[in-house]
Nanobody
Framework: QVQLVESGGGLAQAGGSLRLACAVR????????MAWFRQAPGQERKFVAG????????YYTDSVKGRFTISRDNAKNSVYLQMNSLKPEDTAVYYC?????????????????WGQGTQVTVSS
């Protein structure tokens, strides 16, 4: 059974930092592209960052470029999202997702595996 378990969410002040982790079980991480999505209240789930299976290429939505960093450790079967210079508009539930194959995609429909989500709240 495949499980993606996120951790590291919480409350931060604007300008602060948080680091999210996603532990993957039941899946060979090195064969999958990984991504983080987020969903704010009343909004659709949106792509935040993605990383190829090799870790050689990373992708970000424009609003987080220069502030967020996605990384992976295939040996630990884990993916991370370092979030710096947080803004109130970063407030959302953050989801880890895995996609078959190496190519990162921004569409939620292409990801077969999802975590339960972790809440990130940024106060002004």
């Amino acid at each position: 059974q495949v499980q993606l378990v996120e951790s590291g969410g919480g409350l931060a002040q604007a300008g602060g930092s948080l680091r999210l982790a996603c532990a993957v079980r039941g899946l060979t991480l090195s064969s999958h592209a990984m991504a983080w999505f987020r969903q704010a209240p009343g909004q659709e789930r949106k792509f935040v960052a993605g990383i190829r299976w090799s870790g050689s290429n990373t992708y970000y939505t424009d609003s987080v470029k220069g502030r967020f960093t996605i990384s992976r450790d295939n040996a630990k079967n884990s993916v991370y999202l370092q979030m710096n210079s947080l803004k109130p508009e970063d407030t959302a539930v953050y989801y880890c997702a895995a996609k078959d194959g190496s190519v990162v995609a921004a569409s939620t429909g292409l990801y077969a595996y999802w975590g339960q989500g972790t809440q990130v709240t940024v106060s002004s």
